[in-house]
């Protein structure tokens, strides 16, 4: 087996490579203090070549981690932007931090990277703690949302840069930067410099340059908020395709839930420091357990109303426009008969009918009406209630002027404790 050497700390240092290889007599054959065996997976990993150390952790596992947070604190000044966050992604996830400006999701991520000490709590990869390990020992790939590309230097510089650090012999370091552009789909544009590339391929030679380095895990920090629309839909796709392809747990900060929607494996909804809800993206879209979730994720009608009874894992609601059978965002917690609730439906779960049905129906008219082609929007006036009602492939847009039913089925009436 070929073995090329580069230098490491005196203490400790980073070594990518086969873990059939046997790194003892390597270590042995060319001295304590530098080594290097060739990689043939994607495995970055902490060791220790003086005498009688192991050479991995006891609890090292090659391939994917998982990434785990314990009562994550983290204070700038008198503001506590996380307030002791505990959250597990798993191995290989495409997992995405939502919510508002302020929220903390870039905070989070920047204590992933390493850039932000927490206050309390701990970060762990894996079985590996690494809360106080400087961000270039945690082996992460991070891509930031302005790419921080070098303009002086060509694609295959700026891919290459962060193997350079590692001090990469040269052959490697071409045919590893050579992979990650093919990978991207961006070799062609290997001599070209940043300037004469789109925003788009800006965006690939910058997840290139972080999957160059072979990251145990990818950090994306609003990758796509500087691409147009057109850009942005295809690069999302790319992006997913990537993450998988590589097989690396990936942690994406956005503020569009549309791109969460439709590429993450799980989700988190945060809001001031705290994690309102974690799932996938169906199970947030169509179960969310508080108002603030419903109405970040997409959009709701929310209509206030008191239990009448609660039924198993849902409830009848008495509302202003009559009673409304519903199932509970957050069964873990009913409510009680007489509890204040507000009701939560999304505008495509509406029914439009001319004749009335039996339960969970609702009087009104149509108001203002937006036809966007395969659907139409509708303010439907509900009595003294507007509810917004969307209607695929729209049937009522310019018959309707006279009164019309809504209905809901019960399994898409949340019911969210106030």
């Not at 290989?92 to 991520?109: A, D, H, I, R, V």
């Not at 791109?259 to 994690?275: C, K, Q």
């Not at 917690?333 to 495509?348: D, K, M, Q, W």
């Amino acid at each position: 087996m070929a073995v090329s050497v580069m230098r490491t700390d005196s203490k400790s240092g980073w070594v990518t490579g086969a873990l059939g290889a046997d790194m003892a007599a390597e270590s042995k054959r060319v001295g304590a203090r530098e080594a290097r065996v060739p990689c043939r997976g994607r495995v970055g990993f902490p060791f220790d070549f003086r005498p009688g150390r192991r050479l991995l952790p006891r609890n090292f596992a090659p391939g994917m981690i998982s990434i785990r947070v314990q009562n994550l604190t983290k204070r700038f000044g008198s503001v506590t932007a996380l307030h002791g966050l505990d959250l597990m992604i798993e191995p290989g996830e495409l997992f995405f931090l939502l919510g508002p400006s302020g929220c903390g999701k870039t905070t989070l991520l920047r204590s992933l990277a390493g850039f932000y000490l927490p206050d309390a709590g701990q970060v762990f990869f894996g079985d590996t703690e690494v809360t106080r390990l400087e961000p270039h020992r945690r082996n992460t790939g991070m891509m930031f949302q302005s790419y921080a590309l070098w303009p002086h230097m060509t694609v295959a510089e700026n891919v290459a840069f962060g193997l350079e650090e590692r001090r990469v012999p040269k052959p490697e370091r071409q045919r590893r930067v050579t992979e990650a552009l093919a990978s991207v789909r961006m070799e062609p544009y290997a001599d070209r410099r940043p300037n004469q590339l789109s925003g788009g391929q800006q965006q690939r030679v910058a997840l290139a340059r972080a999957l160059v380095i072979r990251p145990q895990c990818l950090l994306l920090d609003e990758p796509l908020s500087n691409l147009d629309a057109k850009l942005r839909l295809e690069m999302r796709a790319e992006i997913r395709r990537v993450c998988k392809e590589f097989n690396l747990t990936t942690v994406y900060v956005t503020h569009d839930q549309k791109e969460a929607l439709s590429i993450s494996d799980r989700m988190a909804i945060l809001d001031g420091g705290r994690i309102l809800q974690v799932g996938s993206p169906r199970e947030v879209y169509r179960r969310p357990r508080c108002q603030v979730v419903a109405n970040f994720i997409g959009e709701a009608d929310f209509i206030a109303g008191r239990v009448v009874e609660v039924t198993g894992a849902g409830a009848l609601v008495e509302t202003a426009i009559g009673r409304l059978a519903g199932v509970l965002g957050d069964p873990t917690t009913p409510p009680v008969a007489g509890a204040a609730v507000t009701l939560s439906v999304r505008p495509e779960c509406w029914q439009l009918s001319e004749t009335a049905r039996p339960q969970n129906c609702v009087r009104g008219r149509i108001g203002e009406a937006i036809y966007l082609g395969e659907v139409a929007q509708y303010e439907f006036l509900a009595g003294e209630t507007p509810l917004k009602i969307y209607e695929l492939n729209p049937r009522f847009f310019e018959t309707a002027r006279g009164e019309l039913f809504a209905t809901v089925a019960p399994e898409d009436a949340v019911i969210l404790t106030r």
